[in-house]
């Protein structure tokens, strides 16, 4: 493996984490970067790279970030949005992989794509559904925020450092799996 294949590795699960808490949020960051010129996408996805994808994607971005501040469409959203990003993480990861066998492209897209956005969608939703019946949704925009922000950040140090983005997600993901523990219910000798 190159070093740039590992970078874009690197770049494919960081955005993939950021699609775990926002859908669109790291396909617009990922087209901005290819039609910027700051990272040449998988052949087959370089419309991912133009002008009206770009567009699209930006629209749908800021329509996604205003909804999740709304109380109960946040809920909703978050029901739709776990299968969508699963398709989202690994469509980043995919797309940014060049170069590379068929099988271990999808299966790395897959497997730490869609892996990683599922694992952190399925975790933030839980605790938006425990947000929602313990404040009746009073404490999702802040939870929005939280989610924005860290979207935000993974997807910036993903196409700008990649390194620095594998390191975050991986703080993510610990993250997210104490929260998990802490709102799975407990069996006994738990």
Do not use: C, Q
């Not at 790291?26 to 002008?51: D, H």
């Not at 567009?55 to 909804?67: D, S």
């Amino acid at each position: 493996m190159t070093a740039e294949t590992i970078m874009s590795v690197f770049l494919g699960i960081g955005l993939a984490a950021s699609a775990g808490f926002r859908v669109f949020l790291p396909l617009f960051a990922l087209s901005l970067a290819s039609y910027a010129g700051l990272w040449e996408l998988n052949p087959e996805w370089a419309w991912m790279g133009s002008l009206p994808a770009l567009i699209t994607l930006g629209v749908a971005t800021v329509a996604e970030l205003f909804a999740y501040f709304i109380p109960l469409v946040d809920n909703l959203l978050d029901a739709l949005a776990l299968p969508l990003a699963a398709l989202a993480g690994t469509a980043v990861v995919v797309s940014t992989l060049a170069g590379m066998d068929p099988v271990v492209t999808w299966s790395l897209a897959i497997i730490a794509g869609g892996g990683t956005a599922t694992a952190i969608k399925g975790a933030a939703t839980g605790g938006r559904l425990v947000s929602s019946a313990g404040t009746g949704g009073l404490a999702n925009p802040a939870i929005a925020a939280v989610e924005t922000a860290t979207a935000t950040t993974l997807s910036l140090a993903a196409v700008l450092a990649p390194v620095l983005a594998a390191l975050l997600v991986i703080v993510v993901l610990v993250f997210v799996f104490r929260i998990y523990r802490k709102l799975r219910p407990h069996r006994r000798g738990d």
